[in-house]
């Protein structure tokens, strides 16, 4: 059921319209001064889905090959906004062929008849943005073959939805969506004949915008990954186009892509996907490296944090670890409770994950998928480290509040590797206990030995823990755990009980192991990605225990198996993108 909209955003919902209204009387392109080249990933797969009307959007699949796109029954408003973004033009024209090129034509042209003045979802600035961004860079292959008339009325739409973005830019929220609209306006301004006088201003805001928004780790207030590739992919667009153009990219801009190249290659698992952390999945294929070289930077972080994470990496394996507080505020209404949580991969094949996002499944799964036991940590009762409230002026939306404030960490070599040692005090309010983590990957990545710890460290915290204690008759705390796998791992329990042996596709073999103080089994679990219909079942090896006094410690082992071989030739075939 949707919920009612705030008076914030039913008053920009109105402004929007009122000035989509007012953009169409005003003098539109007449056409392009120049054209930026396509820079942006269409999937093939994706392309021929659509050809054949399975149109899969925001984690729905509505299978009708007999209407139109926009005669489609609409299952959410996120499915709605994203026909209206136009990203399926990169796919159309991924397969590239007359009938995709028809069909894009025919979808396109159909918007500016029912849309295009001014009436629809899409005239939203981010929306516009993104649409600008597709329509300008695909124009040769949209244009190819079209009549006069219909080439006119593809100008004058460019104008109007210019002009509206003129006006209308600063209602974008800060950060992805306000990135987009100004990058579409860019490319606008440089491209369409008559648009000019929009391009400087927007270069101006674009600058300001990489200052409030890019810290000096190159992240940005929300933590996601993927949201950071995003950004970071427009920034390279807009620099691209601006380069083509004779212009000047600004400073601040610059700099902005100087900063988080390097953080996105240490967010970076070993497969080339991202750590999937704060709402983010691992990115779409290929826009990573292409965003990467696009950029030009090659630098990579130092030891230390990036964008809050720590990595520590040998041989074939990534491990990437959430080492900060969440966002807070605003940027949190997508943060997860995910704190010292980490992720491994080896090689192409991702061992250890976190459930991931259940955005596009609805707020049950949403909610779920962000609280502590959806993520490679332990969690004391079951509970979060966070807590998930509405806030006024935003009810469809819930922030993150409660969580942990003090995150001290520290990254050094150890004897035969790389140890990172961390803490949160996340249930020191409830429970007066901290949770430390120390994990130490060894310098051929081959294993990794880790220890979680609950402490209660200060006499206050004592106290608290005895009243917890106190209050379930001093039958302990109970904690759990979790090692959530990804599904492509095939487990069998071993070892009478006491280890878990995991095969990857790889041909890699990882064992686990615990040090014999905690009860160990293998549950069900889910995974959670973009662009599938429904959650994927999976396992995780949960350690449950309760902690009986102040120092609670837990030891565990992930390592090869000696008969696996130094070098493996990861040949099998990856699941296609588009199965369910």
């Known amino acids: 059921m949707t919920r009612p909209e705030s008076t914030s955003a039913r008053r920009g919902r109105f402004m929007d319209r009122l000035h989509a209204r007012l953009s169409v009387l005003a003098r539109p392109a007449t056409g392009f001064v120049s054209q930026p080249e396509p820079r942006s990933v269409g999937s093939f797969a994706k392309g021929r889905q659509l050809m054949v009307g399975n149109f899969l959007f925001a984690g729905y699949l509505v299978a009708d090959p007999d209407h139109d796109i926009w005669d489609l029954e609409m299952p959410e408003q996120a499915f709605e906004e994203e026909i209206h973004g136009f990203t399926w033009l990169d796919d159309l024209a991924a397969v590239g062929d007359t009938a995709a090129r028809a069909r894009a034509q025919a979808w396109l042209w159909a918007w500016i008849t029912r849309y295009g003045r001014g009436r629809g979802p899409g005239w ?6 993104r649409r600008l961004i597709r329509w300008i860079s695909h124009a040769l292959f949209l244009l190819r073959a079209q009549e006069p008339e219909a080439s006119h009325a593809f100008y004058r739409s460019l104008g109007q939805q210019t002009i509206f973005l003129g006006r209308r830019w600063k209602s974008a929220a800060p950060g992805l969506p306000r990135f987009e609209a100004l990058t579409g306006l860019i490319y606008a301004g440089l491209s369409l004949e008559g648009m000019e006088r929009f391009a400087a201003p927007a270069i101006r805001a674009l600058g300001r915008e990489c200052v409030a928004q890019v810290d000096e780790q190159g992240g940005i207030p929300t933590r996601n990954p993927e949201e950071l590739l995003e950004v970071f992919t427009l920034l390279t667009w807009a620099a691209a186009a601006l380069a083509e153009a004779g212009r000047e990219v600004t400073e601040p ?7 988080i190249a390097p953080t996105l290659r240490t967010l970076r698992h070993a497969d080339g ?27 990579r972080h130092s030891d230390g944090l990036a964008m809050g994470y720590a990595r520590i990496s040998a041989g074939r394996t990534s491990v990437i670890i959430d080492a900060s507080p969440p966002p807070v505020g605003k940027a949190s209404f997508n943060a997860h409770a995910s704190t010292l949580a980490f992720e491994l991969t080896s090689g192409r094949r991702p061992l250890i994950v976190n459930c991931g996002s259940g955005v596009s499944f609805g707020p049950d799964w949403r909610r779920a998928g962000r609280a502590t036991p959806s993520h490679t940590t332990l969690s004391l009762d079951g509970r979060s480290t966070g807590r998930l409230t509405e806030v006024r002026g935003f009810e469809s939306r819930e922030m993150l509040v409660d969580a942990p404030q003090r995150v001290p960490i520290r990254i050094t070599h150890a004897s035969d590797g790389i140890r990172f040692e961390g803490g949160h005090d996340g249930y020191v309010k409830p429970y ?10 060894t310098f051929d990545g081959r294993g990794m030995a880790g220890e979680d710890m609950l402490l209660a460290l200060e006499e206050p915290d004592k106290k608290r823990f005895d009243k917890a204690m106190d209050a379930v008759q001093l039958g302990g705390i109970p904690f759990q755990l979790r090692f959530h796998l990804h599904p492509e791992v095939d487990t069998a329990v071993d070892l009478g009980g006491s280890a ?25 679990s889910v995974f959670l990605e973009k662009n599938r219909l429904k959650p994927r079942a999976t396992k995780q090896i949960v350690l449950s225990g309760r902690a009986m006094e102040y120092a609670t410690r837990i030891r565990w082992s992930l390592s090869k198996a000696q008969e696996t071989p130094i070098s493996i030739r990861d040949l099998a075939p990856d699941e296609a993108d588009m199965s369910a």
Do not use: C, N, Y
Not at 432 to 441: N, P, S, V, W
Not at 507 to 524: C, K, P, T
């Open 124 to 129: 939203a600035p981010d929306l516009a943005g």
């Open 253 to 259: 801009h610059r700099e902005a892509i100087w900063r």
């Open 273 to 299: 996907g991202l750590a999937r952390f704060h709402g983010g999945g691992k990115g779409l294929e290929g826009r990573l490296d292409q965003a990467l070289a696009a950029s030009g930077v090659k630098s």
């Open 432 to 441: 007066g206990l901290t949770h430390a983590r120390q994990l130490e990957l």
């Open 500 to 524: 878990v042996s995991m095969a990857l596709r790889s041909g890699e073999i990882w064992i686990f192991r615990h040090d014999g103080r905690v009860e160990m089994s293998l549950d069900a």
